[in-house]
């Protein structure tokens, strides 16, 4: 008997069942050479701007310091300069003062000015041989005084004098000495000698000083060689 339930063929494959859909991922183009190229100049302009502008930005807040800096508070909403130390030295009271032999007596007595080779400022000269102090304050004053002949007498001198006003007692606050031998030197090698000194002195307004020597005659005159003067501290 043929058995008609067996057969060699078999059965066709079932189909699979795909529950859900799967995605497929298409692979992106890699970017181009040229792309590539582009992106790195972008990226160094950026970097380059960047500098640039922290590089102008420090020296903006440098600058605008530093025009700051030359004021300082006076007062509420108020600014007001501040003055250097050669500024302000500028417009201190002080005198330089040349002397001239306005008579060949061999009296004593006090130097006399040469008013249109001196300098002061802030400080008043009073017959000629006086200065006035305009500005209280303390003072740096000096004296130097060149001898051209000697005195048989004693060594030379002379004094810075101080008086409170015009009609003040005079006394002295410097003093200076130097020899020379009266006998030495000639017309045409004269002997020299200079006193010469410094004080600091503290003066109130009205106080007049001047130069005083035992001998005006005995005085070198010569520019440069005897001079008087001071400065505000």
Known sequence: MINTYMTSMAPPPVPPRHSRS?????????????????????????VLMHLFLS?????????????????VPSGEGKTAPRSSG???????????????????????????WEINHSVHRSINYYNNSWLTILQP?????????T???????????????????????????????CNLDSASGSALSPQLCTASQGETITLEKGNQLSVWVQDLSLVNYEEGATTFGMYKL
């Open 86 to 112: 050669k500024q302000d030295a500028s417009y201190r009271p002080m005198a330089r003062m040349a002397v001239t032999q306005r008579s060949h007596s061999s009296a004593p007595g006090n130097l006399q």
């Open 147 to 177: 001898f051209s002949k000697g005195d048989s007498v004693g060594p030379l001198v002379s004094r810075v004098k101080m008086r409170k006003n015009e009609k003040g007692e005079e006394k002295v606050v410097m003093v200076a000495y």
């Open 22 to 46: 799967h995605s497929v991922l298409i692979p992106a183009p890699l970017p181009s050479k040229g792309h590539s190229k582009t992106l790195v100049r972008f990226l160094v302009g950026v």
């Open 55 to 71: 590089v102008g930005g420090f020296i903006y807040l440098y600058q605008n310091d530093k025009s700051l800096s030359v004021h």
């Open 137 to 145: 304050g303390d003072y740096y004053v000096y004296s130097r005084v």
